[in-house]
T-cell receptor, first 103, second 113 residues
Framework: AQRVTQPEKLLSVFKGAPVELKCNYSYSGSPELFWYVQYSRQRLQLLLRHISRESIKGFTADLNKGETSFHLKKPFAQEEDSAMYYCAAPETFGSGTKLNVKP | DAMVIQNPRYQVTQFGKPVTLSCSQTLNHNVMYWYQQKSSQAPKLLFHYYDKDFNNEADTPDNFQSRRPNTSFCFLDIRSPGLGDAAMYLC????????????FGPGTRLTVL
């Protein structure tokens, strides 16, 4: 069975600091991995998918098959990045990490 | 704007009283999903429809049923809600499969008294 683990429930950083939200997975076959974001009082929305290798809102995520990880990174956090972030593969979700960016 | 709509946003029911949650979409996506999310937990897939084909997750209780009368609408029926069924219920769609990325509704928060 697929499993997605997000080890941190809460991550607090100061504005301008780098951010790394961790995601580890166990997956049979070729993994399909995603990051979803939920801002306060808004619905879950797709942030990134691993196959597109894109950068959205300054966030990137690289699939590391050797470490079975798909960590989400941003070099300089902004206050508007404060939200709940979920890693998914693709119908199996992690329990989420709340990112709090302090001014 | 094309979107996923869930009604009602808040639903209160009594223990054992059947309840139906509604989801509609204007995206014309083939796949519709229902997730259950309890506080501080991951969204958990209950089942999904690919067009009219129903796919139940192995550990979804029989108490949960679903209907998809047409492309746009999908319903979640809880036949006899228990206190443990209190949760946020999320509807999502994707074009052909979850690997396309999913579009979520705002959720319905179910309270069981």
């Amino acid at each position: 069975a697929q499993r997605v683990t997000q080890p941190e429930k809460l991550l607090s950083v100061f504005k301008g600091a780098p951010v790394e939200l961790k995601c580890n997975y166990s997956y049979s076959g070729s993994p399909e991995l995603f990051w979803y974001v939920q801002y306060s009082r808004q619905r879950l929305q797709l942030l990134l998918r691993h196959i597109s290798r894109e950068s959205i809102k300054g966030f990137t995520a690289d699939l590391n098959k050797g470490e079975t990880s798909f960590h989400l990174k941003k070099p300089f956090a902004q206050e508007e990045d404060s939200a709940m972030y979920y890693c998914a593969a693709p119908e199996t979700f992690g329990s989420g990490t709340k990112l709090n960016v302090k001014p | 704007d094309a979107m996923v709509i869930q009604n009602p946003r808040y639903q209160v029911t009594q223990f054992g009283k059947p309840v139906t949650l509604s989801c509609s979409q204007t995206l014309n996506h083939n796949v519709m999903y229902w997730y259950q999310q309890k506080s501080s937990q991951a969204p958990k897939l209950l089942f999904h429809y690919y067009d009219k084909d129903f796919n139940n997750e192995a550990d979804t209780p029989d108490n949960f049923q679903s209907r998809r009368p047409n492309t746009s609408f999908c319903f979640l029926d809880i036949r006899s809600p228990g206190l443990g069924d209190a949760a946020m219920y999320l509807c999502a769609t994707s074009r052909d499969h979850a690997g396309d990325g999913q579009f979520f509704g705002p959720g319905t928060r179910l309270t069981v008294l």
